[in-house]
């Protein structure tokens, strides 16, 4: 089994050395090298080049909490490295963690036998019960290590102080303020959006620089800004903003109503395109062309071809489950 060393970029000891020292050191010792949080490694994607034409037959993997830092290195990496996504967890993988029972994947949830396919998971689990413990701290495997709140909130910190920086710069205090100012407001508001001008008044902030640190915070996966059109300006908030990590409404014990949307542009985002719908009197998201509303148990559907129930097991009709979206991945 190859034996690969691993080491955080983060880590202050390894630059009690030039890196590219160290590295070759390691890999003429190991069988490759594991670099994570690799965006603190001052021009790593020049590293990570000459340290695969020198050592070709090692093993070197990079991870990065940003998947836009690993995208813009592999620009310059010329087809060296594969990029492999790895999205937080989904309702399926935290009841195997949680009951080692590997249930079946349902990737398409308006699959016309989304009926049978629920019945064979409820068979299996309650699966409400485990959705309820999932929203509150199920997308993450380090909820086994206890403190969830704690070490989600450390989470956020790191990604306002440590990885927006990364794209943007050095940021001075009042745009820290603003950042946190859109999360607390993200949490706690009952439309899921934010005034520019009120922000920009506020903060003493020009709306261009608002603009681009909503795109940081999209950037590095802190929020999701769903927008109405695929085409829109350089810079927009987009018609709504959810947190990118549902769980973080629980953490933040934040408005219950938008961490059903929330999720649901979460489970979808990676199957197809999420959009806002123009016309919010006839339904809340559009998928792949198809309408979506959203809701609680009673939720009617307007004039969407599916309502997106929360707090119910079984399907009728065009009723989506909210946890069936969970089952994705």
């Not at 050191?25 to 695969?52: A, M, R, T």
């Not at 123009?278 to 609680?296: P, Y």
């Not at 004039?303 to 009723?319: F, G, Q």
């Amino acid at each position: 089994m190859p034996v690969l060393f691993y080491i955080s970029a983060d880590d202050p000891i390894i630059y009690t050395v030039p890196f590219q020292q160290l590295a070759q050191y390691i890999l003429v010792n190991y069988d490759g090298l594991i670099i994570d949080e690799v965006h603190y490694l001052k021009d790593w994607s020049l590293h990570v080049k000459s340290l695969h034409d020198s050592f070709p037959n090692k093993k070197i993997w990079l991870s990065d909490s940003s998947s836009v830092v690993l995208r813009k290195g592999v620009v310059d990496l010329s087809r060296r490295f594969v990029v492999h996504n790895l999205p937080l967890m989904s309702l399926r993988e935290y009841i195997y963690f949680e009951t080692g029972k590997e249930l079946p994947q349902i990737p398409d949830p308006f699959d016309k036998r989304f009926t049978e396919l629920a019945i064979e998971v409820l068979k299996q689990v309650d699966v409400l019960k485990y959705f309820r413990d999932y929203r509150e701290h199920g997308t993450r495997p380090f909820y086994k290590e206890g403190n969830f709140k704690e070490r989600m909130s450390n989470v956020i910190e790191k990604s306002i102080y440590a990885d927006i920086p990364y794209f943007l710069g050095q940021l001075m205090d009042n745009h820290l303020g603003v950042m946190r100012a859109i999360i607390s407001h993200l949490a706690f508001s009952k439309i899921p959006t934010v005034n520019v001008e009120a922000m920009c008044r506020d903060w003493n902030l020009g709306k261009e620089k608002l603009y681009r640190l909503l795109w940081a915070m999209e950037g590095i996966g802190l929020i999701n800004l769903v927008r109405k059109t695929r085409i829109e300006k350089p810079y927009s908030k987009g018609a709504k903003i959810f947190f990118a990590d549902p769980a973080i409404y629980s953490v933040l014990e934040g408005e219950t109503a938008n961490f059903r949307e929330a999720f649901v542009v979460f489970a979808l985002k990676r199957a197809g395109d999420v959009f806002a719908e123009k016309d919010e009197t006839k339904a809340d998201l559009i998928f792949n062309n198809i309408r979506l509303e959203t809701g609680g148990s009673n939720k009617k559907p307007k004039e969407a071809d599916y309502v997106i129930r929360d707090d119910i097991d079984l399907p009728v009709r065009n009723v989506i489950l909210v946890w069936l979206l969970g089952m994705g991945w």
